[in-house]
């Protein structure tokens, strides 16, 4: 997993399935201020296809995303 990309807010939801990873993304952005950015960590192979779609139609940038282990980690920064 990367670990040196910058990020200002970790959510882990492994072990969450759908809804909950896109819900704590949700929270997390909420939390954060514009150009911010969130990183999760999720095992849920669903969030892949949630965050596209949901960081598509807020108006956020999907940064990074990659998976090891059968964990993905996404890095989100907040648009607005």
């Given at each position: 997993m990367v670990t040196m990309l910058e990020f200002d807010?970790?959510?882990?939801?492994?072990g969450?399935?759908?809804?909950?990873?896109?819900?704590?993304?949700?929270?997390?952005?909420?939390?954060?201020?514009?150009?911010q950015s969130v990183r999760v960590l999720a095992t849920d192979p669903a969030a892949v296809l949630d965050f596209g779609v949901f960081?598509?139609?807020?108006?956020?940038?999907?940064m990074?995303?990659?998976?090891?282990?059968g964990v993905l980690c996404f890095i989100i920064r907040k648009g607005g």
């Open positions: 807010f970790e959510v882990d939801a492994r969450l399935m759908c809804p909950l990873p896109l819900l704590r993304l949700k929270k997390a952005l909420q939390a954060v201020e514009q150009g960081v598509e139609q807020a108006g956020h940038g999907l990074h995303r990659d998976e090891e282990a």
